[in-house]
C-alpha cells in the first residue's frame, strides 16, 4: 500500500539521517532494543531483536518523554519479535524513549514502570 511506502521511507531517513544517535538497552533474556533518534527528522525508530509477545490481554506502549518529564504516546506495538517502528510524534526536544505493558487499546499515561527507558542524553 502507499501508507506503507511512506512509512518506511520515514524510518529509513532516521536511520540514514546524517545526525541519527542510537540509545541501545538490554533487557531479560538476550533481548535488545535501541532507539535511533534524528533531531534533523524529529523522528525516533524503535527497534527490536526477540522481543516476546506483550503478556495475554496487553500491549506494549511506545512513549517519547518531554524535556519537561512527562510521557507522551507514540504508539502501540502487539507483537514481539525483532521489528523496526516508527514512533508517531515528534521527537526533536524528547529526552527518552520507552516501553511499558499497558492493557489493550493503550493508555494515555503509563500504568506501569518502563520495561526499557531510552536515555537521548546516553545516545552515541
Not at 13 to 24: E, F, P, T, Y
Not at 32 to 53: D, F, H, I, Q
Amino acid at each position: 500500500s502507499g501508507q506503507h511506502q511512506t512509512q518506511l521511507s520515514a524510518v529509513d531517513r532516521v536511520l540514514q539521517a546524517a545526525d541519527a544517535k542510537r540509545v541501545n538497552v538490554s533487557l531479560p533474556g538476550g533481548v535488545r532494543a535501541s532507539v535511533v533518534r534524528s533531531v534533523t527528522e524529529g523522528k525516533a525508530v524503535l527497534v527490536t531483536r526477540n522481543m516476546p509477545p506483550a503478556p495475554s490481554g496487553r500491549i506494549y506502549e511506545l512513549w517519547l518523554q518531554t524535556p519537561g518529564g512527562a510521557m507522551v504516546p507514540a504508539g502501540t506495538m502487539t507483537d514481539g519479535g525483532s521489528r523496526t517502528v516508527l514512533l508517531r510524534g515528534d521527537a526533536t526536544t524528547a529526552t527518552a524513549a520507552g516501553i511499558t505493558v499497558e492493557p489493550k487499546g493503550g493508555s494515555e499515561s503509563p500504568t506501569s514502570q518502563p520495561i526499557a527507558l531510552f536515555d537521548f542524553s546516553r545516545a552515541t
